[in-house]
C-alpha cells in the first residue's frame, strides 16, 4: 500500500512568517514528508501560497485547530452556526488547499477536502495514529474508533481503517458531529 507521508508544522514553527514556515517545511520534506499540514483559515493564505509557489505541498487545516485551541474556547465543534459554517467556507475557499458543512465545503472547492469528525462527504478522512489504536488513555472524542479492537496486529488495524474507510463503512454518523 502507498502511504503519503504528511507532516504537521507544530505551533510556533510557521506562524512568525512565510520564511520561518518555509525554513521548517523544507526541513520536514528534507526529512522524508511529502506534503506538509499547517494550522488557519483565511490568516494563512500568504503562507500557504508562498510555500506552494515553492514546491511544497500544503494541507491547510481550518476548523478545530488544536494548536490555536485556547482561541477557540476550548475544544468545540466548529461551523455548527450558519456564521461559523460560512467563515470555515470562505477560510476553504480562500485557500483553496482546506457533515453538512464539510459537504458544503466540499463542493465549494475544486481541491480535495480531508475530514476528521466532519462526516463522509469529504475526499478522505484521517485518524491520529494514537486513537485509532487506542493508545491515547483519556477521554475519546466522538469522532475516534478504536480499530485495534479485535485486530491481531497494528498492521491489521490499519488496514482495517483503510478498508472501513473506503467502504464508506467509516465514518458512520456516531463518529461524526
Given at each position: ?11 510556533g ?19 522524508g ?37 485556547n ?82 496486529s497494528?498492521k ?22
Open positions: 500500500a502507498n502511504a503519503l507521508v504528511l507532516a504537521d508544522m507544530p505551533f514553527s510557521f506562524q512568525e512568517s512565510k520564511e520561518q514556515a518555509f525554513r521548517n517545511a523544507a526541513r520536514l520534506m528534507a526529512a514528508a511529502q506534503m506538509v499540514k499547517l494550522e488557519g483559515g483565511a490568516v494563512m493564505v500568504e503562507t500557504t501560497r508562498f510555500l506552494v509557489d515553492r514546491g511544497i505541498p500544503v494541507c491547510a487545516h481550518i476548523g478545530l485547530t488544536p494548536q490555536s485551541v482561541t477557540l474556547g476550548g475544544y468545540r465543534v466548529q461551523g455548527k452556526s450558519d456564521d461559523g459554517a460560512d467563515r470555515l467556507v470562505a477560510d476553504a475557499k480562500a485557500l483553496e488547499a482546506p457533515a453538512a458543512v464539510a459537504k458544503r465545503v466540499t463542493e465549494a472547492l475544486s481541491v480535495p477536502t480531508i475530514g476528521i469528525g466532519a462526516g463522509p462527504d469529504v475526499s478522505g478522512q484521517v485518524l491520529v495514529v494514537y486513537d485509532m489504536l487506542d493508545i491515547y488513555p483519556d477521554r475519546k472524542a466522538r469522532f475516534v474508533r478504536n480499530f485495534m479492537a479485535g485486530a491481531p497494528v491489521a488495524a490499519i488496514e482495517a481503517y483503510v478498508q472501513a474507510v473506503k467502504a464508506k463503512a467509516f465514518p458512520a454518523a456516531e463518529h461524526c458531529f
